[in-house]
Each structure stands twice: as structure tokens, then as C-alpha cells.
């Protein structure tokens, strides 16, 4: 009719080759108890013998986390992203960045897909009203025309891909989805007019710095098959003091 206490309960499972975990509150009558052996086979050999009125294994039960999927029609296409398919995008296995992973774990926290982050892309030109990137635009820079309007001139395809990449909008039923589908992006056109590449580099590096960018994207080389290319040092030590000391001390990533 009533049920032991914790300590007359610990006993008894000690005598049976259980161990007491807790007492459940609000159903006082059940006790979670551990037992090392086979959980199914133990639980019916004591209702069998009548030790206990009802015994159940606590089964773990694998929650499959549902992931969010955008509407996007060539976000299957971006293998980076998450790789349904690694056959088909010429990979030897399902390697990616588990960014829509990310998405949803973002989302059943706090629903923001990086909105309020600010992303500083250095590269050539910006079509700043590209239909998957419009509206993602904070004020910029152009170095090579010396105007706040980073633009792409006639070769200039490099900078508005790399902005689709970090954050093209995202589930909106057009073209690919961003990294960060909610960030806000800075636009920074790199001078290359017969300018260093590390001159105009720590100018655009200095620009976005000052305009309080926690993040920045910079995708340069040396063309395909071109070999190494190295950083001068200024540009070394622009780049360690933004990353260590950038953002009042928290670092610029």
C-alpha cells in the first residue's frame, strides 16, 4: 500500500543487484534504478517473482533531428552546404560543412540565421542588385573608382559569386542559398589598378576594420597553376593585430 523510503529503497536494490537512481516525485510508487545486466530479462524476472508490482526498461529512443531544407532551386547543387550525394558531385564520400546542420539547430534556438552579423567581403565587383542578394547590402567601398558604389567593372564576375556563397538569401524559390542566409553583407571593392595586390589588400582590410566588421572575407590567389603566393610582411602584421586585437580585443574572424 505504501512505498518504501529512499534509503529502505537503495537497500533492497543493493540486494538485487540494482543500483537507485532517483525517486520520481510525482509518481512515488516508480524508482529509476540502473542494472548492468540485460534490462528486458531483469524487469520480467521481477514482476515474475512478484518482487515488484511493475517493472519497464527505459528504453533510449534515437530522435531524428529534421533538417532544415530551403526551397532554393539549386541549393542541392551545393555539395559544401550538405552533401546529399557524394557520387554525384565527383567526391569520394559525404564530406561537407554541416551548415545546414547549423540551420537547424539556429533556428530551434532562436530562429536567426545569422541576422545582426555583419560580413566584410573583399573582392572585385558587386551586383548590388543581384535578385539573390538584393537587399543584403550595407553601405560599402569601391578603392578602384574611389566611391561608395563597389560595382563591378567589365571583367568583375568574383565578388558578387563570393557573396552569394556567404549569404545569398535563402528559401526564397530563387538560385542558391548562403552560408549565412540572414547576415549583412559589406561590400568591398579591391583597387586593381596598377596597385599592389598587398597595397590595396591593407587598404581594404583597414577600411572594413574601421567599419566594424566582425568577420572578413577575403578569396584571393594567384591564378589556376600559378604556383605560391606569399603576403608581404605589412600585410602579415595587419592581418595578425585585426585577428588578435580587431574588435576591441575579441578578435576579428
Not at 232 to 246: C, H, I, M
Request: aromatic residues 10%; negative net charge; glycine residues 12%.
Amino acid at each position: 500500500p505504501g512505498s518504501p523510503s529512499e534509503d529502505d529503497a537503495a537497500k533492497w536494490c543493493l540486494n538485487n543487484g540494482l543500483e537507485l537512481i532517483k525517486r520520481y516525485k510525482y509518481i512515488p510508487k516508480w524508482y529509476l534504478v540502473s542494472y548492468r545486466g540485460n534490462t528486458i530479462s531483469k524487469a520480467a524476472e521481477l514482476v515474475e517473482n512478484k518482487a515488484v508490482e511493475q517493472a519497464e526498461p527505459s528504453f533510449f529512443i534515437p530522435l531524428e533531428q529534421r533538417l532544415f531544407i530551403p526551397n532554393d532551386p539549386l541549393f542541392f547543387n551545393q555539395w559544401h552546404l550538405h552533401n546529399f550525394n557524394g557520387t554525384a558531385a565527383g567526391l569520394s564520400g559525404y564530406d561537407h560543412a554541416h551548415v545546414a546542420n547549423a540551420w537547424s539547430v539556429l533556428k530551434s534556438y532562436n530562429g536567426s540565421l545569422g541576422k545582426g552579423v555583419r560580413l566584410a567581403i573583399i573582392d572585385d565587383g558587386f551586383d548590388l542588385s543581384h535578385e539573390d542578394l538584393a537587399g543584403r547590402f550595407l553601405d560599402g567601398w569601391n578603392f578602384t573608382d574611389n566611391n561608395n558604389q563597389p560595382l563591378p567593372g567589365q571583367w568583375d564576375n568574383h565578388g558578387t559569386a563570393c557573396a552569394g556563397v556567404a549569404g545569398a538569401s535563402i528559401d526564397n524559390g530563387i538560385g542558391v542559398s548562403g552560408a549565412c542566409p540572414e547576415c549583412d553583407l559589406i561590400p568591398i571593392r579591391m583597387n586593381m589598378r596598377g596597385r599592389s595586390l598587398d597595397q590595396t589588400a591593407i587598404e581594404s582590410f583597414s577600411w572594413a576594420a574601421e567599419h566594424n566588421a566582425p568577420i572578413i572575407s577575403n578569396s584571393r590567389g594567384p591564378p589556376d597553376g600559378g604556383g605560391a603566393m606569399d603576403m608581404g610582411q605589412p600585410l602579415k602584421d595587419l592581418v595578425f593585430n585585426l585577428t588578435t586585437n580587431g574588435r576591441n580585443g575579441k578578435g576579428i574572424i
